[in-house]
Each structure stands twice: as C-alpha cells, then as structure tokens.
C-alpha cells in the first residue's frame, strides 16, 4: 500500500479512537509478550527442577495489561492475586522481582522467600501482600479505596480474582461495601471458565459474574480478554468513574485458560482437547499482535525486536534471580511482630 | 479522680484516641447512631462524623477484612464486634491476614488493626452471646491479645492497642461492663501490652486468672482468708505475650497453682499457664498445677439452674483453692 494509504489506516486505528498512541499499544504488547515469557520461563524452571512450585496465567496477560494501564503506577493500589503477573509486571515489578519469589531469595520483595511462588506483594509500587484464600483480598481492595476516600488521596484501588473465587462471601460483603459507600475500587475478575477443574456452570448461577455489579448497584461490564483494546476501553471507564467519586466498577473479562491450573495439575485430565485448542484462538498475545500487524505497527521487524528485548531481559532476570542468596535459617523468626531494624 | 464503670473507660479510651489522632476510625455493627449495644462508642458520630465512625453491614468477615485494607492505607481502624460469638465469620480475615500480613510481606505491610470482642457469659446470654474464644486467638503467631479485668487496664490498655503497629484482640468480658468501677484519670495515660499485675499479695496458693474470673477469684481469696489460707491473685491481663516472669515468680513464692478460667476446660487458655509452670516451675511445686475451667459442654445454657452449674463462682474456685491447699 501507499504512504498515504498506510497513513489513513492508522489514523482511524481503533486504540487512536481510544487515546492510545502507538508507543502504548507497542509497549502494552511488550509487557504481554514479557509476561508470556516470564510465565514460560518458570515453568520450565519448574520441570528442571530449578522451582518447587509455578502458577500462572497464560492467556489472561492481554486484560491485565489493558486494566492496569490507565492507573497511576505510583499513586493507585493493586491488590493482585496469584495469576497476576503481567498485572504485577505494568504497576511496577520487574521479572527479577517475581523471579526472586519463584526463587524463594532472601530479596524477594513479595515475602523474602517466605511464601509459595506467585503470593505478590510489593511496597515500593504499592501492591499490597497476598495469601492463598482466594477472596479475603477483596475487602483489603475496598478498605483500601475506603481509606483513600476519607484521607482524601485521590487513590484509584484494583484488585483481581477469578471466576471461582467470586463464590466466596468475601467478595460479595466487599462488593456490597464498596456499592454503599460509592468507593474508588475496580473489581476485576478474570474468568477462563474453570476454577481448578470446576467448570462455570458448576460454579456461577446464571452464568454472569457482571450482573452481580447490580445487586450492589454498580456496572458491571464484560469484556473479551483477547481483545486487548476492548478491556482497555472498559477498564479507562472504570477508573474515571473511580477518580470522578462515581463508585466502583465490577470489570468481568473472559479468558482463555492456556494452561492448567498450577505445576500440579493437569488439565487435560478434565478438559476436552478440542476446548483446550479452541481456547488457544483466543491467545490475548496472538489477536493483539495481528491488530497490532494489521495496522501496521508491529513489522517483521519490530517483532524480531520486541521478542529479543523481551528474552534478553528473562535470561538477565533468571540469571541475576538464580544467584541472589537464599534467606538466612535464622531470620524465619523475625518479623512476627513489629522490630525495630 | 473519678470512679468510673468498665464500658464508661472504653468509651473514654475511643473519644481521647479519635481527638489525638484524626487517622484513629471505628468500624462494626450499630457503633454509630446506636453507639454500640453496650455504649462502648457513644458520642463518637456525633463528635467525629460518619467517615470516622462507620455502622458496617451486618457481615463480620468484612468488618475484619475491610478493617485490614483500611491500615494498610494509612487508617488506623478499631473493629467491634457486636459478640465475640458472632467473631467467627471474620476467623480467616483474622487468622490468615492480618496476623500474617508483617510475617508474610516480610515486614514490608503491618497490620495495626485492634480487635475488640465483648465475651463471656453474664446472665441469660446462653450459647451464643456468652463464648469464650481467647484460645482461638492466643494460639496463632502475629496478634497480641489482651483481656483487662479493671476499667483502669481497660482505658489504659485500649490505648496501648490502638498505637501498637500489630494487631490486637481486645476482649472485654461483657460481667464488667456495668458492675466493676474503679478509679481512671481522665487524661492521657497507657497501660503496656505484656505485663502482668499481682491484685492481691498471698503466701500459701497462687491464682491465675484474667477478665471476670478475676473477680470472682479475687472473692474466693476473700472467702478463704478467714480459714487461715493466703491467697495470690494474679491477673494476666496480656495473654500474649504472656508475662511469664511474673507467673513464674509468683509459684516460687507460693508453690501452688491454681489457673482460673471460665472457657470450657479441654484446650483453653489456662492450659498453656498450667504448661507453662509444669515446665519451668515443677521444682518449685508443692502440688500438681490445678486447673479450674468451664465444662467441656459447648456453651453456656440458658435456663438459670444450667447457667448456675456452668458458671465458675467464687465458691467453686473457694473450694478448689482448698483442695489445692490441703496437698
């Protein structure tokens, strides 16, 4: 095609209708990619026997990068839970910070070695510590959002979950918290169908997790989690809505679920093979990036460039993680209560 | 100074924290408009609005939870609950979260959250407005847990929770509330988390008992004076930390033990008392550690003659402590 030609289909491109400009939508593929090959990494780890433990979540990077990037990297909260590692990744931890938790390093910023792989946490890019209980995250979300509100911060607060994890009471007296008291909270859940080997139909009457946003009386919105775009745009009005004193936002993506559940679990044990390949079409890196070809952004090149960045910076990680120290015998003592260092 | 009612010192305790620190906020069922069914946060909407001051839905497990996220984003949050019975929706907020949360982050997030919890029986309240639950708690590393027996402790104390970084369970034994007075300064003042006090000085027997055990102990004391034994009243007033010291000092003095409390006996906290001076005091006891607890019975039934044979009087503990004595 022409110059011109080129130059007229990028300018009606869906994320310039979005406000996104080039830069962000090649970045935002950078960290599905980086994220991708993160998660691919440590399970590989995993299997040589380098990692006790890995969970993870192929297929749910494209929404997490799109809900996390209208947030302020610095001033929001992220309460994330243990399939949020491009989530992590956006806000602020770098592949050697999550790395050091598979790793179980002393340095590890989410626990120092103390908790299981994929429990985040982080100070520094506010993200708050987490468990293995799915669901107790989600009040720690509104009170969060709750205290922003009084304290007059200005804070946007995001917490993660999936599918199954909306079964628990936790997210609905959260819910119902943060419908009350108008809070600047986005409740997203990624839904790819299954919690462990329990379908969705088995696990959410009526089908719907957004509708149960109305009960509590807010929106709740559902998004395809391949179409990177189409979370960014829910997620960009959630979090004005949060930051205009508007109230909480129940954000429901549908996700494919590329792998199992965790390092000890096979899912082809329960799932149909023609699911699991049918899920693979919907790959959030494989649609965005032939969006991202089909506008003309990401070239041969470009995508040689991006996939060297990207590996260059999991074998630094991996490397640099691998050789940082294991935590000291002793200081499992520590830190029970408050100490003064 | 003034001789003031247990509920009227908790009260105190929350109006001077609100006015020192604006970051200070109260959260749990009716503690608003209402001020808590037993008065505990009278006047404080009033004074302090409705930010500060939060009638929560009626879901313990969010009271708890939302409680967490609010510390860890700058507020420092005082949770009631309205029973200590009806705790134990919010069991894993507390137990798995904020308990866990400096250990697990390590040490990156604290939790300074204060647990208040009115329990025990008092009359009529029956298997669910009477519990127990200090073993629970006192088990699981992470909080510190606190059962002041006097409006004196119970100010100072609630203050010492409200600043500590960690979270507290604060039980307040709900017999005190309107019938134990004493004298409370009206200004600042503190009580420390950990130490435990000697009530009583005695030579012959040692008690060791928190909440209203404590004077039902400090009665049977009265009781058997007369009979010529000198009885050691011991109030614990931390459960954890537990002041051992204190504990082991006094059975060196007395070498007699008798552990008072009123959670039904099999694995309660008294238990851990009696351990403890078996291990570290056995060479100072005249006696086996004694135990007198609640009946194994799942609560405290309601009829009054079932109430009575539940309840630890200070003529059960009279004759326990004379059993104990002729050893």
């Known amino acids: 095609m022409s110059a011109m030609e080129a130059k007229a289909r990028v300018s009606t491109a869906r994320h310039q209708a979005l406000g996104l400009t080039d830069q962000d939508v090649l970045d935002m593929y950078y960290y599905i990619a980086l994220a991708r090959a993160l998660d691919e990494r440590m399970w590989v780890l995993q299997r040589a026997g380098k990692a006790m433990f890995v969970i993870s979540g192929p297929g749910h990077e494209g929404c997490q990068v799109a809900a996390m990037w209208p947030m302020d990297k610095k001033r929001d909260w992220f309460v994330p839970f243990y399939r949020s590692i491009a989530g992590c990744l956006v806000k602020g931890m770098s592949a050697r910070d999550i790395l050091l938790g598979l790793f179980a390093r002393a340095e590890d910023p989410s626990s120092g070695g103390r908790q299981m792989p994929g429990h985040y946490g982080h100070p520094r890019v506010k993200i708050l510590s987490t468990s293995s209980p799915v669901g107790t995250q989600y009040p720690h979300a509104a009170g969060i959002a709750y205290a922003a509100k009084v304290r007059k911060t200005g804070e946007v607060t995001m917490t993660a979950i999936g599918e199954g994890g909306t079964s628990q009471g936790d997210v609905h007296e959260a819910m119902n918290w943060a419908g009350i008291y108008k809070l600047p909270v986005i409740f997203v859940v990624e839904n790819n169908a299954y919690a462990i080997s329990v379908p969705l139909h088995k696990q959410v009457a009526g089908g719907s997790v957004a509708a149960r946003a109305a009960g509590y009386g807010f929106p709740g919105v559902v998004a395809e989690g391949s179409d990177v775009l189409e979370c960014y745009r829910v997620a960009k009005d959630a979090y004005d809505r949060a930051k205009r004193g508007d109230g909480p936002t129940l954000l429901e993506f549908t996700v494919p679920r590329l792998g199992s559940h965790s390092s000890d679990d096979q899912q082809e044990r329960y799932r149909a093979k023609d699911e699991i390949e049918a899920d693979r079409m919907r790959d959030p890196m494989r649609v965005f990036g032939t969006y991202l070809e089909g506008v003309g952004l990401l070239t041969d090149a470009k995508r040689k460039e991006i996939a060297g960045r990207v590996k260059r910076d999991i074998d630094e990680a991996t490397d640099s993680a691998d050789r940082a120290p294991m935590p000291e015998p002793e200081s499992a003592a520590r830190y029970v209560f408050f100490e003064k260092d | ?327």
Request: proline share 6%; with cysteine.
């Open chain 2, 1 to 327: 100074m003034a001789e003031i009612r247990y509920i009227d010192a908790i009260n105190q305790a929350h109006h001077e924290e609100f006015a020192r620190d604006e970051h200070v906020v109260v959260l749990g069922e009716d503690v608003g408009r209402k001020g808590g069914v037993f008065g505990a946060t009278a006047g404080l909407i009033d004074k302090f609005g409705e930010d500060r001051v939060i009638d929560s839905p009626l879901a313990e497990s969010s009271i708890a939870g939302m409680a967490i996220g609010m510390a860890a984003n700058g507020l420092v949050p005082i949770t009631e609950f309205q029973f200590a019975d009806f705790i134990h929706p919010a069991f894993n907020q507390i137990v798995s979260e904020a308990a866990r949360m400096r250990y697990r982050s390590n040490n990156a997030f604290g939790c300074p959250v204060v647990f208040r919890a009115p329990w025990g029986g008092s009359h009529g309240t029956a298997l669910y407005h009477s519990q127990s639950i200090e073993a629970f708690y006192s088990h699981v590393p992470g909080i510190k847990v606190v059962a002041p027996s006097t409006p004196y402790d119970a100010k100072g104390l609630l203050k010492s929770a409200i600043r500590d970084p960690d979270p507290v369970m604060f039980l307040e034994h709900k017999r005190m509330y309107r019938l134990v007075k004493g004298e409370v300064p009206s200004g600042d003042f503190t009580v420390p988390i950990g130490p435990a006090a000697v009530r009583r000085e005695g030579t012959d027997l040692s008690i060791f008992a928190y909440g209203w055990m404590l004077h039902e102990s400090l009665g049977a004391a009265e009781m058997v004076a007369p009979e010529g034994i000198s009885v050691e009243v011991v109030d614990v007033r931390t459960l954890v930390p537990l002041d051992t010291q204190t504990l082991l000092k006094s059975v060196g003095k007395t070498n007699r033990a008798l552990v008072v409390y009123e959670d039904n006996r099999f694995g309660g906290y008294g238990a851990e008392i009696a351990a403890l001076i078996a291990e570290q005091a056995f060479y100072d006891l005249d006696a086996p550690v004694t135990r007198l607890g609640g009946p194994d019975v799942p609560g405290i039934p309601f009829a009054k003659p079932l109430e009575e044979w539940f309840f630890i009087t200070k003529e059960k503990i009279a004759d326990a402590i004379r059993k104990l004595a002729a050893l």
